[in-house]
């Protein structure tokens, strides 16, 4: 790869011809196309960052920001195939998220995009005559849907996803306006268009069900899920004043030059543009954006006008009117606001409105100034500068100053500056400047137009034309190194002039075609130039003649440059190739692989050397020229580079192209050093400015100085009047506020006195209260102290208590830590006899139950066996149950027609499914119970009943589907009726009508046969008028019917409108019931869930009413007996035989109660069992029921 690295700086211009192309990437960010990658650019720091178009790409199509603003998708069309490329807008750079290039659809191109709210699916709508709608899951690149849109190959304009649900989408276009809905992995259209159809250009959703749609007959519509709600119309109108508009051309006659009576631009297809400019009374409205309070919509060329939600239901009112302002600086101001708005968007706080134009001109405007004078016309502004609009054809740069002059086919020529990345001169003219050439002072300016080649000083604010010479579609000139000749080409002659005197030096003739390119040598004695011919000359300045020549007719060149030593000539022409030529002789043909150079530039050190291609794209190789693809390539422009230039010290390239871009290039070694080369002298800061200028400012400036003397002197008198207006005033209230002084002294005497008198007496109540305080705490301490000596008593006669009943408590204490330690002592004896009784039965138990285990083994073999024979057998019965219903159901399906009489088919089968579904609850029962036996089996179970469940629910959305084709089919029947009707009316008048005329004929030509006889043909004449004029009754009839057919249709459209609702409302009906069975459904499984709970509560219940009886058994069993060692003296536990005997007959008790609430438990489920039975079968599952074991054995 080459080490030399162009980075890509700054870029003037905007492509208006990409769909939805400006967007607000934030508050103060915007995202545009401009050549053949996107720019973010910042709105307060006026800096830009590139977003890169793909490799080989042949420019794009459209634009779409995701709602969360972190993507952005690109349709573009790289080597002729179409492709989506999504960016991630969070990182730094921009990195390519996803690519979309294969597709499983025909498709050309994709000429709009969308991304839905949540920014995880996106749209795209393919152009004619495919006119496919895509919808994907973009992060996957999973394909979910695909429709087409329309079959009649119109052009469709812009899809939209509903700003509240991803499923919904939004078309318009020529007679299209479509939504569709994304159900079942299916785009569906779910509205019907009426009326005469309209070619709808733009839309915009303002709710999640209202989408407002413009036509190109200036009429707004409003649709409400799919149905017409409001509708306006929009009339052109003119600027708000003519005279305005004359006195503002006449005031800038001085900055506007206008051609000649002879200029052959005046030609007639301007006014034929501005006579259909004229008829074309109804605007086109190509762009609508919302926000808050309404939304905006252009309004024809320079027209945006903003709408507002009035108080009524439906409707919007307009609310003000923002027009494009005139250019004063443009050839014609009264046609330079006639520009079609491509695209608006709000930023995020909708404080600002930012449109495109077909001019490539982005503008802004501040929505608080809407606030301001509603009455005064608002007007929008520039985002920066004015942009060009058409191909650029000249560029150039100077050496004194940092600026580049270009000239492009709108017939404007500006002054860029490449340092601050402004726009610091432009002006238009009447006809188109092919070339431009700045001189190396950066004051003066050569221009080629069509008619003559103007030399122009570059003023303070303006440019204006010095001196005319009469070369005729000059398209390409430039000034020389030092300044002082400069070339001019007409055709295939290159005139040389002196810049000083204007003659004409030299004239170098020897081109047999048109010469498209000429470069000077560094010190200005040789010029390069070659042509279409495939000539490639060296001319002395000295002599007039040609040093050297390479000719190569199979070659049409387009662009030549030399090198500093002028020893090197480089050529680019249509060969694909680049040449290098010295002494006459080409040394090295450079190949291009597949592409054609259009433009070469070598830098001033030598060791770069730069080409434009017709693809749009700029290489960077390093001299000498590598023979192999060792070159960095960029992508640039989205037309073929016209000019390239590099800046005298090496730092930036520039380059222009036929997409009217502009784009400043930093140039870096491969280590990111500038190649930077010595400067000695900085810029000039030097401007030019005319003496009749120079003397009218300063005649303003004298002007102003009076005026803001007399100004000085007028405030100083009317600050005199106001002192003493004011001295009166203070005199008037130092009066009235001595008055009101000695007023309030008198108050605050009398004030005085009273509070004296008031004090007096709050010291006497003082005293008083002082001495009736004393009195009474005398009063409590005297009780007080009574009532503490009672109290002591008391504490010491409890405190002798106390230590008598310590002492009690302590000697009860020690009897029975007495009593305690000899029973435990008994107790412990009785425990391990009866712990080695436990141990012989453990034994015993033990032996039974091995013998029970093997029994158990064999029982367990046994039932295994029969379980599995009894599971195949169901197994086969639900197969054979399986295929029946998948039958029944296939008979279904072609049974629509007749679906009536198959309803209690399906009743049956519902009743069929629910025994099935009872037979299949109670083998859960049996499989619950058996599962630790035949575990094995239970995934085939599973299974089955999975299968059952599919089938359940595929039964239940057939039925929902046939009663839905039903319902259509009925619809439909009943529309064909009322058509056929209508048509056998129509029918019958046209036969009507047929008889009539013939009859009419007839008689017409029986009076014709008396057209010699006047007499006879005035009375046959009268007949006719008496046989069919007086009929007018019949005419009366038809129009009655006429208006009974209005009738029918109004009353047929409300009564389709009435049934747009009542099915809407069974839709939510429908999900309120689902909700109730949901909820039923919730409450039966927390009962079952209690069922549960309680049975296991029964079991535990069951396990200690067994221990109880053991026990019982056990003690009976001791007492026949009579063990007289094992059990204490009675004596010494007297109380334990009572409380026995009271357990005994307490767990009597117990168990009669608890076989009292299993009756009850019992009966409970089965009344649940019985209602969940009879309830109709649910989307959901219910819990199985926990039935114990035990279930079918009374409690012992």
Same mark, same amino acid.
């Given at each position: 790869?080459?080490?030399?690295?162009?980075?890509?700086?700054?870029?003037?211009?905007?492509?208006?011809?990409?769909?939805?192309?400006?967007?607000?990437?934030?508050?103060?960010?915007?995202?545009? #196309?401009s050549?053949?990658?996107?720019?973010?650019?910042?709105?307060?720091?006026?800096?830009?960052?590139?977003?890169?178009?793909?490799?080989?790409s042949?420019?794009?199509?459209a634009?779409?920001?995701?709602?969360?603003?972190?993507?952005l998708?690109?349709?573009?069309?790289?080597?002729?195939?179409?492709?989506?490329?999504?960016?991630?807008?969070?990182?730094?750079?921009?990195?390519?998220?996803?690519v979309?290039s294969?597709?499983?659809?025909?498709?050309?191109?994709?000429?709009?995009?969308?991304?839905?709210?949540?920014?995880?699916?996106?749209?795209?709508?393919?152009?004619?005559?495919?006119?496919?709608?895509?919808?994907?899951m973009?992060?996957?690149?999973?394909?979910m849907?695909?429709?087409?849109?329309?079959?009649?190959?119109?052009?469709?304009?812009?899809?939209?996803?509903?700003?509240?649900?991803?499923?919904?989408?939004?078309?318009?276009?020529?007679?299209?306006?479509?939504?569709?809905?994304?159900?079942?992995?299916? =785009?569906?259209?779910?509205?019907?268009?009426?009326?005469?159809?309209?070619?709808?250009?733009s839309?915009?959703?303002?709710?999640?069900?209202?989408?407002?749609?413009?036509?190109d007959?200036?009429?707004?519509?409003?649709?409400?899920?799919?149905?017409?709600?409001?509708?306006?119309?929009?009339?052109?109108?003119?600027?708000? !004043?003519?005279?305005? $508009?004359?006195?503002?051309?006449?005031?800038?006659?001085?900055?506007?030059?206008?051609?000649?009576?002879?200029?052959?631009?005046?030609?007639?297809?301007?006014?034929?543009?501005?006579?259909?400019?004229?008829q074309?009374?109804?605007?086109?409205?190509?762009?609508?954006?919302?926000?808050s309070?309404?939304?905006?919509?252009?309004?024809? #060329?320079?027209?945006?006008?903003?709408?507002?939600?009035?108080?009524?239901?439906?409707?919007?009112?307009?609310?003000?009117?923002?027009?494009?302002?005139?250019?004063?600086?443009?050839?014609?101001p009264?046609?330079?606001?006639?520009?079609?708005?491509?695209?608006?968007?709000?930023?995020p706080?909708?404080?600002?409105?930012?449109?495109?134009?077909?001019?490539?001109?982005?503008?802004?405007?501040?929505?608080?100034?809407?606030?301001?004078?509603?009455?005064e016309?608002?007007?929008?502004?520039?985002?920066?500068? #004015?942009?060009?609009?058409?191909?650029?054809?000249?560029?150039?740069?100077?050496?004194?100053?940092?600026?580049?002059?270009?000239?492009?086919l709108?017939r404007?020529?500006?002054?860029w500056?490449?340092?601050?990345?402004?726009?610091d001169?432009?002006?238009?003219?009447?006809?188109?400047?092919?070339?431009?050439?700045?001189?190396?002072?950066?004051?003066?300016v050569?221009?080629?137009?069509?008619?003559?080649?103007?030399?122009?000083?570059?003023?303070?604010?303006?440019?204006?034309?010095? $001196?005319?010479?009469?070369?005729?579609?000059c398209?390409?000139?430039?000034?020389?190194?030092g300044?002082?000749?400069?070339?001019?080409?007409?055709?295939?002659?290159?005139?040389?002039? !002196?810049?000083?005197?204007?003659?004409?030096v030299?004239?170098?003739?020897g081109?047999?075609?048109?010469?498209?390119?000429?470069?000077?040598?560094?010190?200005?004695?040789?010029?390069?130039?070659?042509?279409?011919?495939?000539?490639?000359?060296?001319?002395?300045?000295?002599?007039?003649?040609?040093?050297?020549?390479c000719?190569?007719?199979?070659?049409s060149?387009s662009?030549?440059?030399?090198?500093?030593d002028?020893?090197?000539?480089?050529?680019?022409g249509?060969?694909?190739?680049?040449?290098?030529i010295?002494?006459?002789?080409?040394?090295r043909?450079?190949?291009?692989?597949?592409?054609?150079?259009?433009?070469?530039?070598?830098?001033?050190s030598?060791?770069?050397?730069?080409?434009?291609?017709?693809?749009?794209?700029?290489?960077s190789?390093?001299?000498?020229?590598?023979?192999?693809k060792?070159?960095?390539?960029?992508?640039?422009?989205?037309?073929?580079?016209?000019?390239?230039?590099?800046?005298?010290?090496?730092?930036?390239?520039?380059?222009?192209?036929?997409?009217?871009?502009?784009?400043?290039?930093?140039?870096?070694?491969?280590?990111?050093?500038?190649?930077?080369?010595?400067?000695?002298?900085?810029?000039?800061?030097?401007?030019l400015?005319?003496?009749?200028?120079?003397?009218?400012?300063?005649?303003?400036?004298?002007?102003?100085?009076?005026?803001?003397?007399e100004?000085?002197?007028?405030?100083?008198?009317?600050?005199?009047?106001?002192?003493?207006?004011?001295?009166?005033k203070?005199?008037? =209230?130092?009066e009235?506020?001595?008055q *009101?002084?000695?007023?309030?002294?008198t108050?605050?005497?009398?004030?005085?006195?009273?509070?004296?008198?008031?004090?007096?007496?709050?010291?006497?109540?003082?005293?008083?209260?002082?001495?009736?305080?004393?009195?009474?705490?005398?009063?409590?301490?005297?009780?007080?102290?009574?009532?503490l000596?009672?109290?002591?008593?008391?504490?010491?006669?409890?405190?002798?208590?106390?230590?008598?009943?310590?002492?009690?408590?302590?000697?009860?204490?020690?009897?029975?830590e007495?009593?305690?330690?000899?029973?435990?002592?008994?107790?412990?004896?009785?425990?391990?006899?009866?712990?080695?009784?436990?141990?012989?039965?453990?034994?015993?138990?033990?032996?039974?139950?091995?013998q029970?285990?093997?029994?158990?083994?064999?029982?367990?073999?046994?039932?295994?066996?029969?379980?599995?024979?009894?599971?195949q057998?169901?197994?086969?019965?639900?197969?054979?149950?399986?295929?029946?219903?998948r039958?029944?159901?296939?008979?279904?399906?072609?049974?629509?027609?007749?679906?009536?009489?198959?309803?209690?088919?399906?009743?049956?089968?519902?009743k069929?499914?629910?025994?099935?579904?009872?037979?299949?609850?109670?083998?859960?029962?049996?499989?619950?119970?058996?599962?630790?036996?035949?575990?094995?089996?239970?995934?085939?179970?599973?299974?089955?009943?999975?299968?059952?469940?599919?089938?359940?629910?595929?039964?239940?959305?057939?039925?929902?589907?046939?009663?839905?084709?039903?319902?259509?089919?009925?619809? =439909?029947?009943?529309?064909?009726?009322a058509?056929?009707?209508?048509?056998?009316?129509?029918?019958?008048?046209?036969?009507?009508?047929?008889?009539?005329?013939?009859?009419?004929?007839?008689?017409?030509?029986?009076?014709?046969?008396?057209?010699?006889e #006047?007499?006879?043909?005035?009375?046959?004449?009268?007949?006719?008028?008496?046989?069919?004029?007086?009929?007018?009754?019949?005419?009366?009839?038809?129009?009655?019917?006429?208006?009974?057919?209005? *009738?029918?249709?109004?009353?047929?459209?409300?009564?389709?409108?009435n049934?747009?609702?009542?099915?809407?409302?069974?839709?939510?009906?429908?999900?309120?019931?689902?909700?109730?069975n949901?909820?039923?459904?919730?409450?039966?499984?927390?009962?079952?869930?209690?069922?549960n709970?309680?049975?296991?509560?029964?079991?535990?219940?069951?396990?200690?009413?067994?221990?109880?009886?053991?026990?019982?058994?056990?003690?009976?069993k001791?007492?026949?007996?009579?063990?007289?060692?094992?059990?204490?003296?009675?004596?010494?536990?007297?109380?334990p035989?009572?409380?026995?005997?009271?357990?005994?007959?307490?767990?009597?008790?117990?168990?009669?109660?608890?076989?009292?609430?299993?009756?009850?438990?019992?009966?409970?489920?089965?009344?649940?069992?019985?209602?969940?039975a009879?309830?109709?079968?649910?989307?959901?599952?219910?819990?199985?029921?926990?039935?114990?074991r035990?279930h079918?054995?009374?409690?012992?």
């Open positions: 790869m080459s080490v030399i690295v162009a980075q890509s700086l700054h870029i003037f211009g905007l492509r208006s011809r990409v769909a939805n192309n400006v967007c607000y990437f934030d508050e103060q960010i915007i995202i545009y #196309p050549g053949n990658s996107c720019v973010k650019y910042h709105l307060e720091q006026k800096w830009q960052k590139f977003i890169q178009g793909s490799e080989k042949q420019g794009m199509l634009l779409a920001m995701s709602p969360n603003r972190r993507y998708a690109i349709s573009e069309i790289v080597q002729e195939k179409p492709t989506i490329t999504i960016y991630e807008l969070s990182s730094v750079p921009c990195k390519k998220r996803k979309l294969v597709f499983d659809f025909p498709v050309q191109e994709f000429v709009s995009l969308a991304f839905s709210p949540d920014s995880k699916y996106l749209v795209a709508q393919t152009g004619p005559p495919e006119s496919n709608l895509a919808y994907w973009w992060e996957k690149q999973r394909m849907a695909i429709v087409k849109a329309d079959i009649q190959n119109n052009p469709v304009y812009q899809v939209s996803f509903n700003p509240q649900d991803n499923t919904q989408v939004c078309i318009t276009g020529n007679g299209i306006f479509k939504l569709f809905r994304y159900t079942e992995g299916t =785009l569906k259209q779910t509205n019907f268009q009426r009326g005469e159809p309209q070619n709808y250009l839309h915009v959703w303002l709710t999640e069900d209202r989408v407002m749609v413009g036509t007959t200036g009429k707004l519509f409003l649709f409400e899920s799919g149905d017409l709600r409001w509708e306006t119309s929009i009339e052109c109108k003119e600027p708000p !004043s003519e005279v305005e $508009k004359d006195e503002l051309a006449h005031e800038s006659e001085s900055l506007i030059e206008f051609p000649t009576a002879s200029s052959p631009d005046l030609s007639s297809e301007m006014l034929c543009e501005a006579v259909g400019q004229q074309a009374s109804f605007p086109q409205i190509s762009a609508i954006a919302a926000y309070k309404g939304f905006a919509c252009s309004a024809g #060329p320079g027209v945006v006008l903003l709408f507002e939600k009035t108080e009524e239901k439906e409707g919007y009112r307009e609310n003000r009117e923002i027009r494009i302002p005139q250019d004063q600086r443009s050839s014609d009264n046609q330079s606001d006639k520009q079609d708005v491509m695209c608006m968007c709000f930023s706080s909708e404080e600002t409105l930012l449109i495109s134009t077909s001019k490539n001109q982005l503008y802004i405007f501040t929505m608080s100034s809407t606030e301001i004078i509603k009455g016309p608002a007007h929008f502004e520039y985002l920066n500068f #004015p942009l060009h609009s058409a191909a650029i054809t000249g560029l150039d740069i100077c050496i004194r100053k940092p600026l580049v002059a270009t000239c492009s709108d404007s020529v500006r002054i500056n490449y340092e601050t990345n402004t726009l001169l432009y002006k238009e003219y009447q006809e188109e400047a092919y070339a431009v050439s700045l001189h190396p002072t950066g004051l003066y050569l221009v080629g137009f069509s008619d003559k080649l103007r030399l122009m000083n570059l003023l303070i604010d303006d440019i204006r034309t010095f $001196k005319d010479f009469t070369v005729r579609g398209r390409e000139c430039t000034f020389s190194n300044g002082h000749l400069f070339a001019a080409v007409n055709g295939n002659v290159i005139h040389i002039y !002196s810049t000083t005197s204007f003659e004409n030299n004239n170098l003739k081109h047999n075609g048109k010469v498209r390119s000429v470069i000077w040598s560094a010190d200005d004695n040789k010029l390069i130039s070659c042509g279409t011919d495939g000539a490639v000359y060296e001319w002395s300045l000295l002599t007039g003649k040609r040093e050297s020549e000719v190569l007719k199979s070659c060149y662009g030549v440059a030399i090198s500093p002028a020893k090197i000539i480089f050529a680019v249509s060969d694909q190739t680049l040449k290098e010295s002494d006459s002789s080409i040394l043909e450079v190949p291009t692989f597949d592409v054609t150079y259009t433009a070469i530039v070598v830098s001033h030598g060791r770069m050397v730069f080409t434009g291609t017709s693809m749009g794209t700029i290489r190789m390093k001299y000498p020229l590598p023979v192999h060792e070159f960095n390539e960029y992508q640039a422009h989205a037309g073929p580079v016209t000019k390239m230039s590099i800046t005298c010290d090496d730092q930036f390239l520039l380059t222009v192209s036929e997409d009217g871009c502009l784009l400043i290039w930093k140039v870096y070694d491969k280590e990111g050093r500038g190649l930077k080369r010595e400067k000695e002298v900085g810029y000039a800061e030097e401007v400015i005319t003496k009749t200028d120079m003397e009218e400012k300063t005649q303003v400036m004298l002007e102003l100085k009076t005026r803001v003397e100004l000085k002197m007028e405030n100083e008198y009317q600050l005199r009047l106001k002192d003493m207006n004011y001295n009166e203070m005199k008037e =209230l130092t009235k506020f001595i *009101e002084m000695e007023s309030l002294k108050k605050n005497q009398v004030l005085k006195a009273e509070k004296e008198k008031q004090e007096l007496q709050y010291q006497e109540q003082l005293s008083e209260l002082m001495e009736k305080q004393s009195r009474e705490v005398q009063d409590l301490e005297s009780g007080n102290n009574q009532k000596l009672l109290e002591y008593e008391k504490y010491q006669e409890l405190q002798v208590k106390s230590q008598r009943m310590q002492e009690e408590y302590e000697k009860q204490l020690h009897d029975m007495e009593t305690k330690n000899q029973a435990l002592e008994e107790l412990t004896e009785y425990y391990e006899a009866k712990l080695h009784e436990k141990t012989t039965l453990l034994e015993e138990a033990q032996d039974d139950a091995r029970q285990l093997r029994e158990f083994e064999e029982t367990k073999k046994q039932i295994e066996e029969d379980e599995d024979r009894e599971i057998e169901i197994k086969i019965k639900y197969e054979r149950r399986l295929r029946e219903e039958e029944s159901n296939l008979r279904l399906k072609g049974e629509t027609g007749i679906m009536r009489k198959k309803e209690k088919r399906i009743y049956d089968l519902k069929k499914n629910q025994e099935l579904e009872k037979f299949k609850f109670v083998l859960d029962y049996k499989i619950k119970e058996l599962k630790k036996q035949i575990e094995p089996r239970e995934n085939d179970i599973k299974a089955m009943k999975e299968q059952i469940q599919e089938m359940e629910g595929e039964l239940e959305r057939f039925h929902k589907q046939n009663m839905q084709l039903e319902l259509n089919i009925t619809e =439909l029947r009943q529309k064909l009726k058509t056929d009707r209508e048509m056998h009316k129509e029918q019958q008048k046209e036969r009507d009508m047929e008889a009539l005329v013939k009859r009419f004929k007839t008689d017409l030509h029986n009076c014709v046969g008396f057209i010699q #006047p007499k006879k043909l005035k009375e046959g004449i009268r007949e006719l008028y008496d046989k069919y004029v007086q009929q007018a009754d019949m005419v009366e009839i038809v129009g009655v019917d006429t208006d009974l057919q209005q *009738e029918y249709t109004r009353q047929r459209e409300h009564l389709e409108r049934l747009a609702t009542l099915k809407k409302k069974v839709v939510k009906e429908s999900e309120i019931h689902r909700a109730d949901v909820r039923i459904m919730q409450e039966n499984v927390s009962l079952i869930k209690e069922i709970e309680l049975r296991r509560e029964l079991k535990v219940t069951r396990t200690q009413v067994h221990d109880l009886q053991s026990a019982l058994g056990l003690n009976r001791n007492k026949k007996q009579g063990i007289p060692d094992t059990v204490p003296s009675r004596d010494l536990l007297p109380s035989s009572v409380l026995r005997l009271n357990v005994e007959e307490e767990t009597e008790r117990i168990i009669e109660m608890q076989r009292l609430e299993i009756k009850r438990l019992r009966d409970q489920i089965q009344g649940q069992e019985h209602v969940l009879l309830r109709p079968l649910s989307g959901g599952r219910l819990p199985m029921l926990e039935i114990e035990s079918g054995t009374q409690p012992q």
